[in-house]
């Protein structure tokens, strides 16, 4: 049964760092793009940040260039996501998600297949 499991969300400060881990099972990454997504109530989930796991390909909304890094680690078949100096506006429920890919990875929700159950991150103002 293929499964992703997110963890690794909490409370921080502004300014502070996080690290987000995404567990996959019953499958291996190896032929798999990974994305980030989050969301807030009444809004809809955007597209963070993704990884292409075979060639390490990235792409990141603009508001977390700089900050947030995806991060692969195929022996453990693990992705991480590494947020740096978060904001307020970081604050929401981060989901991982898997699509079979092979050339790029994107960031709207539509092709991927598989989801996380969500992590709660929340950046007080």
């Known amino acids: 049964q293929l499964q992703l499991v997110e963890s690794g969300g909490g409370l921080v400060q502004p300014g502070e760092s996080l690290r987000l881990s995404c567990a996959a099972s019953?499958?291996?990454?190896?032929?798999?793009?990974i994305g980030w997504f989050r969301q807030v109530p009444g809004k809809e989930r955007e597209g963070v940040g993704c990884?292409?796991?075979?060639?390490?390909?990235?792409t990141y909304r603009d508001s977390v260039k700089g900050r947030f890094t995806v991060i692969r680690d195929s022996a453990k078949n693990r992705v991480y996501l590494q947020m740096n100096t978060l904001k307020p506006e970081d604050t929401g429920v981060y989901y991982c998600?898997?699509?079979?890919?092979?050339?790029?990875?994107?960031?709207?929700?539509?092709?991927?297949?598989?989801w996380g159950q969500g992590t709660q991150v929340t950046v007080p103002s």
């Open positions: 019953g499958f291996t990454l190896d032929d798999y793009a």
């Open positions: 990884i292409l796991i075979r060639d390490g390909y990235t």
């Open positions: 998600a898997a699509e079979r890919a092979f050339r790029v990875c994107v960031l709207w929700a539509s092709p991927y297949d598989y």
